[in-house]
């Protein structure tokens, strides 16, 4: 059965790329940083996993991960997923932020051991182990082509605001925002809301997002000093498109414990459809011309002190934001669970 399922989904592959017109001299995989705040929210595991299938496509490659959750657990769960996915040398970088300093629901999964082994195989035992972010950040963009990489922010602003503020250093002369400049494509961003959200009565209210509330200051230096253009995706886009709890219990289970499943089911278990937030930002960076959504116009948005973020339309302004209509939905859903839900490429070729 497991075979006939792979090869149905190789057949889906075909077909979504003879349908969206792509050759044989289609352009090669997008240079991809995630950014993550991974333990706080199973969206994170959905987007790496996610990640993973475009890249066994050859839609993208993964470079590095940083993250900006200030738990020892999160980088060893990245890499546990990493590896999971056949990829366990991808570098990851951590932060030390003292944001969110608890381990999350999840981020515990790296320790795990079942007859003395890791259930999820991996190399760092503790963020201690793993690169500083920055160092990361600016060693991954001086070796990239110029104009290249795109950037999935969805988590704090903490990483990318103290790349802004580098120096020079060993892997290349020039200080952050130039470095920026010259190397980053598009930062497809995770963070603050466009359109009013109800409350717990119904009535539409301006919202506060939490990946910008829990560290405004890097939130705000972002926004006011970030060089390139930037696609941000709020808070409800991720609410318009939920995960489908079915896909946890039926479509990962052609192994005994997989990562992306496990993680979710202990955040909060299923029934459950969880809002595929920091997923519509990956989508976004690698496919930005397939009309998953539709963009704002151009414009400039600007973070107050309290964490509001607002959009003022503006004539070339850097910024827009992502609008997803009635129409686009079913579309980018599928999407969605298809790839987060796809196989290693070990497990496809069995």
Not at 11 to 18: D, F, K, N, R, T
Not at 57 to 80: Q, S, W, Y
Not at 291 to 302: E, H, I, K, M
Request: one cysteine or more.
């Amino acid at each position: 059965m497991k075979s006939l399922w792979i090869a149905a989904l190789g057949c889906c592959v075909a077909l979504a790329g003879s349908q969206s017109g792509v050759a044989e001299d289609k352009p090669g995989p997008v240079p991809l940083i995630f950014d993550t705040d991974i333990g706080n929210d199973c969206d994170d595991v959905l987007a790496l996993g996610m990640i993973h299938a475009l890249q066994s496509r050859g839609d993208c490659e993964l470079l590095a991960v940083t993250i900006t959750k200030d738990h020892e657990l999160a980088a060893p769960f990245v890499d546990a997923v990493n590896t999971f996915y056949g990829r366990g040398d991808i570098p990851i970088g951590v932060c030390d932020s003292e944001v969110t300093t608890h381990e999350g629901k999840f981020n515990g999964l790296a320790a795990v051991k079942d007859d003395g082994e890791y259930r999820y195989p991996h190399d760092l035992e503790s963020g201690e182990q793993a690169l500083p972010a920055v160092a990361l950040l600016r060693k991954t963009l001086a070796e990239a082509e110029d104009g290249s990489v795109v950037i999935a922010q969805v988590g704090f602003s903490t990483n990318l605001a103290n790349l802004l503020q580098s120096s020079g250093d060993e892997f290349s002369p020039l200080p952050g925002k130039e470095l920026i400049e010259k190397k980053v494509r598009l930062l497809s961003i995770m963070a603050g809301a466009f359109e009013k959200i109800p409350n717990k009565q119904g009535e539409l209210r301006d919202y506060i997002e939490y990946n910008v509330f829990k560290d405004i200051p890097s939130a705000r230096r972002l926004a006011d000093e970030w060089p390139t253009p930037i696609v941000w995706s709020g808070f409800e886009i991720g609410k318009a498109l939920l995960y489908p709890h079915e896909s946890i219990e039926q479509d990962y289970d052609y192994v005994d414990h997989h990562p992306v499943a496990e993680a979710y089911i202990r955040y909060i278990p299923p029934p459950h459809d969880r809002p595929t937030w920091d997923l519509t930002s990956v989508l976004y960076g690698v496919f930005p011309d397939r009309g998953y959504f539709d963009l704002s116009p151009a414009g400039r948005v600007n973070i107050a002190e309290d964490g509001m973020a607002r959009f003022e339309a503006e004539e070339g302004g850097r910024d827009r934001y992502l609008i997803v209509t009635e129409a686009q939905k079913g579309r980018v859903l599928e999407a969605l669970v298809q790839l987060s839900s796809q196989p290693p490429q070990a497990i496809e070729q069995e």
